[in-house]
C-alpha cells in the first residue's frame, strides 16, 4: 500500500480494510454497522458532534419550537388516552436537547410529569453522558441499548427523530442477468471502494422488476425495529412518532450520504469520523405497521405537522418581549423548521398508534388504510 494512502486511513478504515482482506467484500449494512457504531471508532461513540459548531444540525438543535411541540403533541394524546402512567421513550436522543424541550414545555400539564417513567435507547456512552448531563436532576431516567430492553408493562409514548435514518442500509444494483448487491472492497491502492457481489443476490429478497442499472436500498434493521414497535404498540398501547428525511416511496439510486463539518463528503472516506445516513422509505415502515394491526398516519411533511402542532403560535409568544437579536433567532429557526427551503419538505413525520385516537399533528384523511 502506498505509504500516503496508510498515512491518510483513519484507524477505523485500517480495520474494515483488514477485515475485509482477510474475508472478503462486505456488504453496505456492515460497513454502516461498523461505522458509526464500532464501540472505540465508530462516529457514535467516538466522534459525534451535533449542533451548530459540530457536523450536523438536527431539528431540536435548531429550535426549542420543536421539542417542545412534540411534547405537547404527546401529552395531548395521553389525556385521550385516559392519563395512564406511561414509559416515554425517545430513540437516539443526541445531546437530548429534544427530551429537555419537551419536558420543559410539558411540566404545567396536570398529572403528566408524574405519569412518566423516561427511557432512552442510545448505544453510545459519550451522548449517554452528554443526555444526562442534559437532564440532570430528573429522577426515573433510563438508558438502554436496545428498545427491546424497555420494560414491556405500561402504555409508550415514544419519539424518534433523526433514528432511522442512521440504521444500516444494503444495496443492490439491477444487470442484465438479474440483482446484484454493492459491496464494501478494498482496491489496488488500498483504499474502500464499491464492488458487486461475485454472485447473484437469493431470489428471497424479492426486490421486483426494474431496468438496468437501478439501485434499490433496503433496510432489515429499520424493518425489524419497526415490527418490534408495532408488536409493543399492540400489546402495550400508545402512540409512537417518527419524524426524519425520507418520502413515502423509496427513492430510486443510492441516497447513501456522509456529512463532515456541514458538508456533504464521500461515504467510504474517513469511516468514523463522518456521519453517515440514508433516506427512510416511510412506505415500507407504514406497511410493517398496518400489517401488525397499528393505525398508522403520514407521512406528512414536517412544516405542516409542526404548523397544525401551533409552530406559528408557539413562535409569537416565544419573540413576545424578547430583544431583537433573540427574536430574529427564534424566526430563523422556525423558518428552518417549517418552510420548504429548509426541513419542511424534506423532513416528513409518520404516526403509529393502536388507540382509535387521531394524533395530534395528524388529519383522519391521513390514516393509511
Ligand atoms: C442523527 S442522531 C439524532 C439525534 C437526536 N434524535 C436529534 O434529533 O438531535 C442519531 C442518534 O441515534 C443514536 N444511535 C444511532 N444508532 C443507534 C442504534 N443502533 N441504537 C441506539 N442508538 C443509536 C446515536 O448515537 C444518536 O444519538
Known amino acids: 500500500m502506498a505509504a500516503d494512502v496508510a498515512a491518510e486511513r483513519t484507524a477505523l478504515e485500517a480495520r474494515i480494510a483488514e477485515l475485509i482482506e482477510a474475508q472478503g467484500p462486505i456488504d453496505v449494512a456492515t460497513f454502516m454497522t461498523l461505522a458509526l457504531g464500532h464501540p472505540s471508532l465508530g462516529y457514535y461513540p467516538a466522534h459525534a458532534r451535533l449542533g451548530a459548531d459540530g457536523d450536523f444540525v438536527t431539528a431540536p438543535e435548531v429550535s426549542q419550537i420543536f421539542g417542545e411541540l412534540i411534547g405537547l403533541a404527546l401529552a395531548d394524546a395521553w389525556r385521550t388516552m385516559g392519563g395512564p402512567p406511561v414509559r416515554l421513550v425517545e430513540l437516539g436522543p443526541g445531546n437530548g436537547t429534544l427530551m429537555a424541550d419537551l419536558l420543559r414545555a410539558t411540566a404545567s400539564v396536570p398529572g403528566f410529569g ?81 464492488t458487486r457481489a461475485a454472485g447473484p443476490t437469493p431470489a428471497a429478497l424479492r426486490l421486483g422488476r426494474a431496468p438496468v442499472g437501478s439501485v434499490v436500498e433496503l433496510s432489515p434493521a429499520r424493518e425489524a425495529l419497526m415490527e418490534d414497535l408495532a408488536h409493543r404498540l ?65 407521512p406528512v411533511p414536517q412544516g405542516a405537522f409542526l404548523e397544525r402542532l401551533g409552530a406559528a ?37 409518520l404516526a403509529v398508534t393502536s388507540w382509535p385516537l387521531l394524533p395530534p399533528g395528524f388529519a383522519a384523511e391521513e390514516m393509511v388504510s
Not at 237 to 254: F, H, M, N, Q, R
Not at 316 to 340: F, H, N
Request: charged letters at 25%; a negative charge.
Open 313 to 349: 403560535l408557539r413562535l409569537a409568544q416565544l419573540v413576545r418581549g424578547a430583544s431583537a437579536d433573540r427574536s430574529a433567532g427564534l424566526e430563523e429557526g422556525y423558518r428552518r423548521l417549517t418552510a420548504a427551503a429548509g426541513m419542511g419538505t424534506l423532513f416528513q413525520a
Open 114 to 194: 408524574a405519569a412518566l417513567d423516561i427511557h432512552l435507547v442510545e448505544t453510545s456512552p459519550a451522548l449517554r453522558s452528554r443526555q444526562a448531563g442534559r437532564l440532570a436532576g430528573l429522577e426515573r431516567v433510563h438508558w438502554h441499548a436496545d428498545l427491546g430492553d424497555v420494560p414491556g408493562d405500561r402504555p409508550l409514548l415514544l419519539v424518534a427523530n433523526e433514528f432511522f435514518d442512521a440504521l444500516p442500509i444494503r444495496q443492490f444494483i439491477k444487470e442484465e442477468a438479474g440483482w446484484r448487491e454493492i459491496e464494501v472492497a478494498v482496491d489496488g491502492r488500498g483504499r474502500l471502494c464499491l
Open 234 to 298: 399492540g400489546a402495550q398501547g400508545g402512540l409512537a412518532l417518527v419524524i426524519d428525511y425520507g418520502e413515502a416511496e423509496p427513492t430510486p439510486g443510492s441516497t447513501l450520504q456522509a456529512v463532515h463539518r456541514h458538508q456533504k463528503v464521500d461515504p467510504l472516506t474517513r469511516p468514523g469520523e463522518v456521519d453517515l445516513s440514508s433516506r427512510v422509505d416511510f412506505g415500507a415502515l407504514a406497511r410493517i405497521a398496518r400489517t401488525g394491526g397499528l393505525a398508522v398516519f403520514g
